[in-house]
């Protein structure tokens, strides 16, 4: 009967082991394949956009013409939309979990807000470009401006902004909290002394990825009007402008294949972009990381 539960427990170990390795190979596979695509992905944009990038490039404005084409306004713009997306969405979506989390008393109500935040974070983003067109743009009255687009893209990403510092806030240690009272203080001391600090690596992490995809959004610019081609830089922010997705688009769309190498290059300049974007984010997550 012993020897009997020994080859028992050795073909489960066995079995267990079997199981193991396959799921340890097949998610190799993915990421094998994943990683493949993304290499593929980067050296078919590297090969046929480095051959564009220059000075002028960055210094040009758009034109009929490849050769002297650049992406100078697209760029501008992007920057000056990001000036109204990030501090709006970060703002917000902080502060609405804040409440969310440390204020609002958990009920129906609550828990009916959470599941449309949730929900809206999957809402594909043409309906936030029709909601910005009929608030902002025609309600409101501001047009194609960079406040209207920046408005409606921080509409997009803030519900992710919302759910990422809820998850954030909700891992900050009860420990800290009860310690933090326990020295008598507030609970807005204890919110901007204790819990954002802690949770800022997190919340940093969802706004990174937030912010990576306004920026990288096309359809929204689209429902809004803003237009592919300006021959200026916008001077404040209820000026008309144009951002790097829209260059970019129109020039891929175009049928001349001197326009599809030069949209790879404006590509290569939006993931620069991101990249300088993400290591300022990562930069400061991985400063209060290190003290929390």
Excluded: C
């Excluded at 220059?54 to 490849?66: E, K, L, T, W």
């Amino acid at each position: 009967m012993k020897y009997i539960e020994q080859d028992l427990v050795i073909q489960r170990m066995s079995g267990r082991k079997i199981l193991n390795l396959i799921f340890k190979v097949l998610f190799l596979f993915a990421t094998s394949l994943a990683l493949l695509a993304l290499a593929i992905l980067l050296f078919r944009i590297v090969t046929q956009g480095a051959g564009h990038l220059s000075i002028d490039f960055i210094q040009n404005f758009a034109s009929r013409f490849p050769e002297k084409a650049g992406i100078k306004a697209a760029l501008v713009g992007s920057l000056w939309l990001m000036a109204v997306v990030a501090p709006t969405s970060i703002i917000l979506g902080v502060g609405s979990a804040i409440y969310l989390e440390e204020y609002a008393k958990k009920n129906k109500v609550t828990t009916f807000i959470q599941v449309n935040i949730s929900n809206l974070a999957g809402v594909p983003s043409v309906v936030f470009g029709l909601l910005g067109l009929t608030i902002f743009v025609r309600a409101l009255a501001l047009g194609n401006s960079i406040l209207a687009a920046g408005f409606t893209m921080s509409l997009l990403i803030l519900p992710v902004i919302i759910v990422a510092s809820q998850e954030a806030i909700r891992s900050v240690p009860a420990e800290l909290r009860d310690a933090s009272y326990g020295m008598g203080a507030t609970k807005w001391q204890t919110i901007v002394r204790i819990i954002l600090p802690a949770a800022i690596p997190g919340i940093l992490t969802g706004s990174i990825l937030a912010l990576s995809r306004a920026i990288g959004e096309t359809a929204p610019l689209i429902v809004i009007g803003v237009p592919v081609i300006i021959q200026f830089l916008p001077s404040g922010v209820m000026d008309t402008f144009t951002a790097l997705p829209m260059q970019i688009y129109d020039w891929s769309s175009r049928p001349q294949q001197e326009f599809q190498q030069v949209a790879a290059a404006g590509i290569i300049v939006l993931m620069a972009f991101l990249l300088f974007m993400n290591s300022i984010a990562v930069f400061i997550r991985n400063k209060f990381h290190k003290r929390y």
